[in-house]
Every structure is written in C-alpha cells, then in structure tokens.
C-alpha cells in the first residue's frame, strides 16, 4: 500500500481524542503484519523498539483528532455536545458529522443553524454562534427516537470526511491529516526498518493518544521512556509571516524550531539539517502556533524537536496538504537513525 493510500485509509478511520481505538487497531496491525511486536500500554499509546536495545532516539505521531463527545438529546431528539480539542466554533454550523455508537454501529448528523429566512433580529444574524448554542441534528424528534437508534451520552464523534484531489494531484484536502499525515509517516518508517532499509538500531516508534487534549499520551510515555533525543512528527499551522516566517505549502518539511511551549536545541536542529543533507533535501525552519508532543518530553528533560509538515487550515475540514511535503520528510526521516551515537 502506497504512502498515500496509507494516509487516506488513517483519514477515514474516525479517532478522537480519548477514542483512538480503530486508529490504533490499524496501527497494530500494520506493525504486526511487518514482524514487529508493539506495545500497548494503559492510557492506548503503542510504542514499537524494533531492535530491541536503549533508544537513542523516539520518534512519535499523534493518532488522535478533532472531534466531539455526546451530551445527552433533548426533548425535541436534539443532540448536545462538546468538543474534544481545539475546533474554531465559527466552522461548526453546517457540518455533517458521524456518531460512533456502541458495538461500532455509526450514524450520521449535520449541525443544524437557523437559515437567514428566519432570522428575525439582524443583530442575532450578525452575532457567531458558540458551540454550546448548537446542536446535532440525527433527524428524530424525540429523544426516545434518539435512544431508539442507539445514541447514548459520552459516544464520540467526529467531522464527517471529504477527499478532494488539487492542484493536478499536487495536493489533497480533507479533516484530519492533523496528524494522521505524521502517524502514516511513521508506519511508512516503520515498514522500510523491517525491510532493512532503514537502520533500526537505537530507534523506537510511538504513536500517541490525547494531543489535541494537552499531550497527555506523550506524558505517559515520557514517564516509563528516556530516549536521548525526542522527535514528533506532526503538522505544522501554515502560513503567517509574524509567526512562521517565509514557510510555504509545498516548500518542504519544516523545521519547528519553536512553538507555544517548546523550543528544539539547536544541536537537533543540526542533526535534522544534516540528515536532510544525505537525503539530498532542503528544509524549511518556523516557528509556529500551538504545541506538539515534544513540549510533553522537553517537560520530562528530554531532549527534543518537531518535525512538521506545512499544513493550510489546519483544523478545520479542508486542511491542505502537499505530497511533495509529505514524501520530503519521509526522506528525512530515512536518513536521521543512526546519528544519535
């Protein structure tokens, strides 16, 4: 399975945050299906030390995205809800969403607004709407329909995913690539180190629950886990020139040398850049918005650094992504086990 099919399987596969199951299922049985032995510990985190040695060096992607917890229905079938990590409210209204009920059933809903033909205060109409106004129409109108068919207070949910091919097949965009992009790279990784392609000595994988939520799977690991560097693999928010600098989609990976709550040493920093060297690569270096899972090792007195992928609306359901950006830090990644001595 190409990279890319890889990614589009991960992106269809719904996860939200505290909810990673079918996520990690695929996970495990990729790993499983190369000969390798991964480990699930007790928060879901899986972690894969191919040689079997110290590692030197954990690289880790985040299996988790946006997504929603069911409330409870109304009188009138309604749907409440809350949102798991961080979703922009003024994206909400107008979305098809899918439920994840018990036993693995799925039903599907939109997010209902009150359309302009009825909206009787101009000011009301002006006014964005915050997500504990909204509600999650399945279609009943009772809550006894609503149990009816199945939906009970705290399933998950999640956006419901389009694909759109761009840019002559440049680019693709849809919800979630935040950061299934970094966990399809890593089982990219993961395959070629079986294969012998990739030096497996030193190297551990993990791919994480809870980022979006405040890296609480990464905290976990950081906890059993002393690596001598950490690197997340993840996406990075594109573009701002105060904040990122003269990063573009499309330019190549990034470098995120600094972010809300980390800041990469810049012996990493020269260690990415060389890796990048042998691969005949360029790099590009941001600082960004938000936070990856290498706050949760630095926290821990690990060192570590953030590898990220350009991404544009990030968050949102259109995010934007560039394959020559996805192959250009797989290529990096092939090239940077084995520089930790």
Not at 26 to 46: A, I, M, S
Not at 76 to 104: M, T
Not at 240 to 264: K, L, S, Y
Request: aromatic letters at 4%.
């Amino acid at each position: 399975m190409s990279l890319l099919d890889t990614l589009r399987e991960l992106v269809f596969t719904p996860g939200p945050s505290g909810y990673e199951d079918l996520v990690r299922s695929v996970v495990v049985y990729r790993l499983r299906e190369l000969g390798l032995d991964p480990v699930v510990d007790e928060l879901g985190n899986v972690v894969v030390n191919p040689s079997g040695g110290e590692p030197r060096l954990l690289a880790a992607a985040h299996m988790d995205e946006l997504g929603f917890l069911i409330t409870g229905a109304g009188d009138d079938g309604l749907l409440s809800f809350r949102k798991l990590g961080g979703i922009d409210d003024r994206v909400l209204p107008g979305q098809h969403v899918e439920i994840l009920l018990d036993g693995g059933a799925r039903i599907e809903g939109v997010i209902g607004i009150t359309p302009p033909h009825l909206q009787l205060d101009r000011a009301d109409a002006e006014k964005p709407l915050r997500w504990h106004e909204l509600r999650i129409d399945i279609g009943v109108q009772s809550r006894s329909e609503a149990e009816e068919l199945g939906v009970k207070p705290l399933q998950p949910a999640v956006f419901k995913k389009h694909w759109s091919i761009l840019a002559g097949g440049r680019a693709v965009a849809s919800r979630g690539f935040d950061d299934r992009a970094g966990v399809a790279l890593l089982l990219e990784l993961a395959r070629r180190v079986a294969e012998g392609g990739v030096e497996a000595e030193g190297l551990a994988l993990a791919w994480t629950v809870q980022e979006e939520v405040g890296l609480r799977g990464a905290s976990y690991v950081a906890s059993r886990l002393k690596p001598r560097a950490f690197l997340a693999v993840d996406t990075m928010a594109c573009c701002h020139p105060a904040v990122t600098g003269h990063t573009r989609p499309g330019g190549g990976p990034v470098v995120r040398a600094m972010d809300n709550q980390h800041i990469t040493p810049r012996w990493l920093v020269e260690l990415l850049e060389e890796a990048a060297r042998s691969a005949g690569l360029g790099l590009q270096y941001a600082t960004a918005g938000g936070t990856t899972d290498a706050a949760a090792f630095q926290r821990a007195g690990v060192p570590s650094a953030a590898l990220g992928i350009p991404l544009k609306y990030t968050h949102s359901t259109a995010e934007v992504l560039y394959l020559s950006d996805l192959e250009g830090a797989l290529r990096l990644l092939e090239h940077l086990p084995g520089r930790l001595g």
